[in-house]
Nanobody, 121 residues
């Protein structure tokens, strides 16, 4: 009933920039927090950035000052702008949101399918 679809991943050189986006669709009553996670080969999935309904944000220490999360609530879409990319940023990036549907009275976690970001020369 709810789908999260990511777009914008790809290959970028070190020092470059990339924007990934996530669009939520379906029977959505309300979206609470939105976020981005990533998982590199052989590593656990980790939180990269999150944005609360009021607009407050938090970031992993490794991306502070380089990545920016933003949201367009009217479009149920959120973005991750990544600057000064490093090879260690290479990972599959997943969007995540806590969503309440029209058929439930509680929020549940939903995930996108993931988009590959590769930083390499």
């Amino acid at each position: 009933q709810v789908q999260l679809v990511e777009s914008g991943g790809g290959l970028v050189q070190p020092g470059g920039s990339l924007i990934v986006s996530c669009a939520a669709s379906g029977s959505i009553f309300s979206i609470n927090a939105m976020g981005w996670y990533r998982q590199a080969p052989g590593k656990q999935r980790e939180l990269v950035a999150a944005i609360a309904p009021g607009g407050s944000t938090n970031y992993a220490d490794s991306v502070k000052g380089r990545f920016t999360i933003s949201r367009d609530s009217a479009k149920n879409t959120w973005y991750l702008k990544m600057n000064s990319l490093k090879p260690e940023d290479t990972a599959v990036y997943y969007c995540n949101a806590r969503i309440r549907t029209y058929t439930t009275s509680y929020f549940s976690d939903y995930w996108g399918q993931g988009t590959q970001v590769t930083v390499s020369s």
